[in-house]
């Protein structure tokens, strides 16, 4: 089993508020529970660079254009000092967020071009693509209510209700393009029922 998931690229993807990130130490204590090397990251950040362009992109006003340049000039420093070694070196990359995040929020919810996004995507990935992707997913209203009970909201939090169903519709349209590569999370319920639905996911994969 452990010669099966070793060297894979695993993201997880949602709308801000679809409890993704919750549940991302179990996904990893999952994955490593044969002994596999597990690299947990997330983007924007992963590297010190791309966290100092987290916090831009988070905290900082700037057009749609210029979030998608910096988002993925994270991603090439992302890739190249900790995607791309720890893959070479046979462990397991669990990243929080990846490209179908660029694709649903800067794409779907700001309307950057999807031509020139997939123009940056094939320059700065060549042909890197996750192997498995968990989108956790929750309709927008009900994101936007646990959100509010969350936390103070960034930038991308902030957003109303009708920005966030055009992320999900943008999520579902990498998923309608990528079936082989996703797997859709029900994320409503309990943290517990979720977590069961996420394993059971990876189980299904043979992870």
Do not use: N
């Amino acid at each position: 089993m452990a010669a099966d998931v070793r060297g894979r690229f695993v993201t997880v993807e949602g709308i801000d508020g679809a409890g993704k990130s919750t549940h991302l130490g179990a996904i990893a204590s999952h994955l490593g529970r044969h002994g596999a090397e597990v690299v947990l990251t997330r983007e924007p950040g992963g590297t010190p660079l791309a966290e100092a362009v987290r916090e831009l992109v988070l905290h900082r006003a700037m057009d749609a254009m210029t979030e998608a340049l910096l988002v993925f000039a994270a991603r090439r420093d992302h890739l190249r000092t900790c995607i791309e070694p720890a893959l070479a070196r046979g462990a397991i990359v669990l990243c929080d967020r990846f490209t179908d995040a660029t694709f649903a929020y800067q794409g779907w919810g700001r309307g950057v071009d999807a031509e020139m996004l997939e123009a940056l995507e094939r320059a700065v990935q060549a042909s890197r693509q996750p192997d498995l992707t968990l989108w956790f997913d929750l309709p927008a209203d009900e994101a936007a209510a646990r959100r509010a009970a969350a936390r103070q909201a960034d930038r991308f939090e902030a957003e109303d209700a009708t920005f966030f169903h055009r992320v999900r519709q943008g999520y579902a349209a990498r998923a309608d393009a990528s079936p082989g590569r996703f797997e859709r999370i029900d994320a409503t319920g309990t943290p517990e029922q979720v977590r069961i639905r996420a394993f059971d996911a990876l189980e299904r994969r043979g992870w």
